[in-house]
């Protein structure tokens, strides 16, 4: 019995082709998403792990000295603002 030979392709509709195109698009926008929101997670986190290692340090001490503490704080609120805006 002779095989048939198998030229490796299927028709299928064009709004089934379109279809999986588009499909196709919106996973690889939710891709650059998703990158960059992991971005912004990481230098979300890469910022606030200096903050809880400084106060970590010397627990046996029972006050923090915290010059310009204020200033500070605001300065590093502004700072996170930007990463979670940027």
């Known amino acids: 019995m002779e095989e048939m030979f198998d ?3 299927t ?3 064009e709004d089934d082709l379109y279809a999986v195109q588009r499909a ?3 996973a690889a926008g939710l891709d650059e998403s998703l990158e960059h929101v992991q971005g912004k997670l990481d230098t ?3 910022a606030i792990i200096p903050l809880l290692n400084n106060l970590k340090q010397n627990p ?3 006050y923090i000295l915290w010059p310009d ?5 605001e300065s590093f609120e502004d700072h996170l603002h ?3 805006k940027g």
């Open 60 to 62: 046996e001490k029972d």
């Open 24 to 26: 196709k698009q919106n």
């Open 82 to 84: 930007k990463i979670y």
């Open 7 to 9: 030229f490796g392709f």
């Open 11 to 13: 028709v299928v509709k």
């Open 69 to 73: 503490r204020l200033a500070k704080v």
């Open 44 to 46: 979300l986190f890469n």
